[in-house]
Each structure stands twice: as C-alpha cells, then as structure tokens.
C-alpha cells in the first residue's frame, strides 16, 4: 500500500555513462569546463534541485591505456575548487563534495568544508568516500592501498574528529568588538585536543562554526561496514538499486541501523537513477542504445576488471562469468556486478557493456513515465529521492528542467520554489545541537 509521504528529494550528479561525452550535441569536455559546470548548477537551481553532486577519485582508474584513452573520467574539475566557485553563481543548491577518509587529513578537511559552507552560506555537503581506486595510494607515498575494514575504521574515527572540529567555536564566539579590541571570546573557543589510533589533532579549526552547525554528511557504502559507518555517521544515503522490492529492503535495514545507534532522525535514502527521456518509449529506449553503442569494448572490459577487482581480460570474453575471487576493491561494487551476471546470465562482454554504460536504476521514457516510476518508488518505501544521473550533457539537463520537473511539481511532489536558507533546511534536516557527536 502507497503511502503520502510529502515531497521527494532530488540530487543531481553530471552523467558517468561512458558514451555520453560522444553522444551528438553533447559537449564532450563538459566535466572538466567550468562554464559548463557553471550553467549545470543554475540550471538545476531553475528546477528546485535540493543539490548538486561531485563524485571524486584521486587517481586515474587502473586501466590499460587504450581503454583510458576512450574515456572523459581522466580530465575533472578538483570539488573544493569548482564547488566555492559555483556557490558564488547559484543562491539555493546544495554543493556536495566527495572527500576520501584514506588520502586526506581532518584538520584539513574540515577547515575546507566549513570554508565552503560559510562561502555558500550553509549549502555544503561531504559525501564520505573511503576510496575504492587502489592507485590513489601510489599519489601519497603508500605501496599498497590500505585494507578495506581498515579504510572503515579510519574512517571512523575520522568523521568523529571532524564533528569535533567543527565545534571548535559556539556561533557567537566572535564578537569583533572595535570599542574594546576583542575579536572573539575565549570562552567559546573550544580545543578538540583528539588522540586515537590513526590521528593527532589539537585544534581548534582557524575558521569560525559552519552555518550549519556542520555540513550534510551524505555516504554510500553498501558492505557491511559501509551501511553500518553510514547508519553512524550519514545523514543522506546514496544506494545503487535496481528493483523495488531490494531497495525496500535497503531502506528498511538503514533505518533499523541508524535508530540502533541511537540517531536521533530518520535518514535520507536517495537511489541514483539514470534517465534518458523521449517522446515516446520507444524514441527514449533508441536513445539508450545510442548511447551504448558509443562504449568501446577495450573501456568496458576496464572498467568491468576495475568493479571485480580482478583483471577479466584472460578469459573468453563471450563466455560466462567464472568464479571472482575477493578482493580490496569495493565489495558491494563487487557484488553488485556478480549478480547482475548471474541474474541475466551475461557473457563478460555483455557484462562489460553494461557496466561501463549504467548497471543501476534506469528510468527510460517519456516524462510521465518517468515521474510515475519515481512517485511509485517514492510512496512505498523505497526511497526519499533521487540522484538522478543525465543521459548527456546538457542535453539531458534541459529536457529533465522542462519535461519531469513540472510533472513532479503538478503532482505535488517537488517544491514550486525554495523555502529554506541552508541546504539543511531544504532536506528537512534538523540542526545538530551544541556539542553534538556521532560517538
């Protein structure tokens, strides 16, 4: 039974199907030009998005060079430089940065997001990653990429330094007083003083409280360790889905586990989702095919090798899927690539176009179509929103502005306009209180 549960979510994210940058009209360096970048996130803000997101690797993915050559993923724009530009062009989105636990320091960090979300006027958003891409380690000095529930616990303890950080000033600490020459007051600096296992840190953050308090943590671990820091420590829950009665369960267990751990709000669940839209299905599921015929073999087999973590190129590439062993790469990645195979008994090359084009949600058709599978979604429990994934750029962008969103805002599902002053308050998050820990 659907229920009312008010308005969706909606996230956005620039297109990661490896044949968008050659579909016609394309723009082919899109995510790399920040003019581009600039008119994605005004337009978005046309359409009442609640935020903007940037995914992020610190590395070139581990690919032979005839398959990176035909990808746009080695040429992005660096998110804690492109996002303070783009909070100087837009006044209501959200701007959320993907930052790794693994290959950075919290001080650093969080004085970058708190700089952010002052700079935004309280729009920042983290999206706490642990890195899946094993080259990032050789960028900073390590020989092999750090475990993977070694990367979880550092990440741990992590995000409880940064909360701690960001409560290094009470939001009336500077006074500026010119008469009496005090510029703050010491009895609201507060000295984090952390030591732990993996980190050091005294504070306090040289940047006054962010005017969210902190910003919105998203995360999108699906292992066991990934749901359970997320439950911890997220506010907003990235999930790759693909059928509904999956992504009830999904939400159902984050729920379960952030009220287990003594999270004092429901979270966020927002399913990514590719859309391509059309006049008809038909025209949409042509455009989906366009777009997949424009994955070169060489890249889908890469990319495939990357998700297993395990090089596929020694077997038959018409053959089945054999037994992967584990590996430190992303295990529900991992997992999700193994049940696809088996579930729709792919060939690896069949297997491979699919993943380097989208293996996720999709929603292909018209408007309408669209919007009646998301509201279906949205009224039984199987999501909050959606991160919704273009079919080109900007292409897709225009024609999801000017076709979904006024059918989701005719049905009552989008906001007509903004009603909050911080991306906080447009997700219907309450504020953190004073002193407030994830510990």
Partial sequence: MSIS????TLLAMPSIHAGAWRYPGARPDFHANFEQMKWFAQTLEQGCFDGLFLPDTLAIRAAPLEALMKGHSVSTLDPLTLLPALAAVTQHIGLIATASTTYNEPYTLARRLASLDVISNGRAGWNLVTSSNPNEAANFGAEQHMEHSARYLRAREFSSVMDGLWESWEEDAFCRDVQTGCYFDPEKMHILDHKGPHFSVRGPLNVERPIQSRPVIVQAGASEAG??????????IFTYQTDLDGAQRFYTDMQSRAQAAGRPHKLKIIPAVFVVLGDSLEQAQEKRRQLDQLVD????????????GHDVSQYDETAPLPD??????SKSGRDRVIELAKKEELSIIALARRICGYQGLEMVGTATMVVEQMQHWFENGAADGFNIMFSHLPGGVSEFVEQVVPELQRRGLLRLQYEGNTFRENLGLATPPHGYSRC
């Fill in 324 to 329: 992967i062993p584990e590996s430190n790469a």
């Fill in 5 to 8: 549960r008010g308005q969706l």
């Fill in 227 to 236: 749901r359970q820091i997320a439950a911890e420590t997220a506010e907003v």
């Fill in 297 to 308: 073999d060489a890249s889908s087999l890469a990319t495939l090798s990357i998700a297993l």
